[in-house]
């Protein structure tokens, strides 16, 4: 099965870097990366590929400097900041005598170690299965001969490799249908919230922003937290009471990371999907990174990616009080989004946001008259699951209704796929001053 990282192990790190675009912020990354799965970094190493090996990744004379650091270290594993073909990664651990993971490997065991949930168990196994499915002839060459023509030795007449090929699809397989399984529930349970008309609002950031803190300090609740990365994997989710007497209901989401693995987001789309189908996005951010500006423009990339880009969200910005002269405040820009400081730790600012979700969210309805045309069945099939229609009427030109629903929800279907229909009566029906986009 896949091979688990052990705490303690001695590890050596190679960056990559194209000629002219060498950033030290993905060695510092890297390190932390490598630090979380438990391994000890003794050394690291820079590499300056300009076009790959297809049998190594690095040159020959790269490999010899890389070989002799592991001497010199005494470092019994390699770390590459880059994602290794299966040939690669081979030819690798034949040279140097020593196991080598790439990016994804090692991504793939910190998730391994991470997740608590019977669901993110399964996540990370099936991702872990995918990932390893192109590796399995390392260490089995002797298996590559068929089975057979001798007493004792006659087979099936297909290869070990074969054999295990075959048996991981089964368990694939096997794993895809369970998560279908969890998949439906939280479905039937999202669907359940949608007809209760409670609004969503899901936190998204960087890894090692401060999500957990910041939804154990709005919701009471105990998630884990710790200063290392993908502290949290499985999605979690409370009940929030705001200012009007309203409720909403908050999530707490994996921590993102910059060329994550598509695999992985594949796998965690439980997770992620609580974020895709959020009325608001929390998008937290450490202020005291000096990359923070980076830090967005990658967390919107996948979020963009898995279908989340066009969700209204608040920036907070949090860690102020690993800040100097810097106070909790709201910014509200002309454009952009708007901006929270604050410190989930000490609880500063903590009000203002607070104060912004009751806001938004407090007994604010949209109550309109509608008209949808018999091919628009998608669009009232939503608005059916989300208990917004309260009267209707239907003959040869389609549906009569009458809606009652929450504005920011109402707002939220608006933009999905035909959701037109809503968007020309939502510009009249707007009528709350106090609103704020």
Known sequence: MFERTRKGENALLIQPYRPGMQDPTLLEEFIELARSAGATVVGTINARVERASPSHYIGSGKLIEVKDACEATGADLVL????????????????????????????????AQRAASHEGKLQVELAQLKHMATRL????????????????????????LETDRRLLQKRVEMLQSRLEK????????????????????????????????????????????????????????????????????????????????????????????????????????????????ERIEQVDAVLAEIGAGDIPQLLVFNKIDRLEDTSARHDVPGQGHERFW????????????????????????????????????????????????????????????????????????????????????LLVGLVDPNYNP
Do not use: C
Request: charged share 25%.
């Open 80 to 111: 590459v900041n880059h994602a290794l073909t299966p040939g690669q990664e081979r030819n690798l651990e034949k040279d140097l005598g020593r196991r080598v993971v790439d990016r994804s490997g090692l991504i793939l065991d910190i998730f």
């Open 137 to 160: 002839i390392r260490g089995w060459t002797h298996l590559e001969r068929q089975r057979g023509g001798s007493i004792g030795l006659r087979g099936p007449g297909e290869t070990q």
């Open 182 to 293: 969890v998949e439906v529930q939280r479905t039937q349970m999202r669907r359940a919230r949608l007809r209760n008309a409670i609004p969503r609002v899901a936190l998204v950031g960087y890894t090692n922003a401060g999500k957990s803190t910041l939804f154990n300090t709005l919701s009471g609740s105990g998630v884990y937290v710790a200063d290392k990365l993908f502290a949290t994997l499985d999605p979690t989710v409370r009940r929030l009471d705001i200012a009007g007497g309203s409720s909403l209901v908050l999530s707490d989401t994996v921590g993102f990371v910059r060329d994550l693995p598509h695999d992985l987001i594949a796998a965690f789309r439980s997770t992620l999907s609580e974020a895709r189908d959020a009325d608001l996005l929390l998008h937290v951010v450490d202020a005291a990174d000096p990359l923070r500006d």
């Open 342 to 425: 604050l410190s989930a730790k000490t609880g500063d600012g903590i009000e203002l946001l607070r104060q912004a979700l009751g806001t938004r969210f407090s007994q604010q309805r949209y109550q309109t008259s509608l008209q949808l045309p018999p091919d628009q069945g998608r669009l009232y099939s939503r608005l059916y699951a989300a208990g917004a229609i309260v009267g209707e009427q239907s003959d040869e030109h389609g549906w009569h209704l009458e809606i009652d629903m929450p504005l920011a929800q109402a707002e939220r279907m608006a933009v999905e796929p035909g959701g037109h229909f809503l968007q020309e009566a």
